[in-house]
């Protein structure tokens, strides 16, 4: 049984791990969209901006997001196969709460996917404002999560 714990206790740390840098990336982009929207299309700024924002996405983000699905999933058959808990833990308040913010986030970060392709071709269809405005969406969603997570609603 200690050899489960550990194998439990690791797929929890790095599940933590990419949510960290998922987080960083979510938290992050939206600030960089705010700046590039000052920038004027096709200047020197607006092609840095768009440098940034492409390998943050590709090189940090969707590698992080797929590893936090993954890892999730793997808890999830962990603890409803191995543990022993069965699958009727996915239908509590606090896993399905838990499983809507994750939606949100995969949502919004499809949603910075499309807004950074419309400012690398120039468009600004939200302000500065909007950006910083919607920038802290996803550590709100965290804030729930966890303490979802930690609780369990058991207040």
């Known amino acids: 049984?200690?050899?489960?714990?550990f194998y439990h206790n690791l797929l929890i740390g790095l599940h933590i791990l990419a949510v960290i840098a998922w987080m960083a990336g979510l938290l992050y982009?939206?600030?960089l969209f705010a700046y590039h929207t000052r920038a004027a299309a096709g200047s020197e700024l607006d092609a840095t901006?768009?440098?940034?924002?492409?390998?943050?996405?590709?090189?940090i983000m969707n590698p992080a997001m797929i590893a936090v699905w993954l890892l999730g999933l793997t808890l999830i058959w962990f603890d409803a196969a191995v543990l022993?808990?069965?699958w009727a833990f996915l239908l509590t308040p606090w896993m399905l709460?838990?499983?809507?913010?994750v939606l949100f986030l995969t949502g919004w970060h499809h949603y910075l996917g499309l807004a950074r392709k419309s400012?690398?071709?120039g468009r600004r269809s939200r302000s500065e404002r909007f950006w910083r405005m919607t920038n802290e969406l996803p550590f709100l969603a965290a804030i729930?999560?966890?303490l979802t997570i930690t609780?369990?609603?058991?207040?």
């Open 1 to 5: 049984m200690k050899h489960l714990a």
């Open 29 to 31: 982009l939206p600030r």
């Open 49 to 59: 901006f768009r440098v940034m924002e492409v390998k943050l996405l590709r090189i």
């Open 84 to 86: 022993g808990w069965g």
């Open 97 to 101: 709460t838990k499983l809507a913010g």
């Open 119 to 121: 400012l690398a071709t």
């Open 144 to 146: 729930v999560m966890v």
């Open 151 to 155: 609780t369990k609603f058991a207040f």
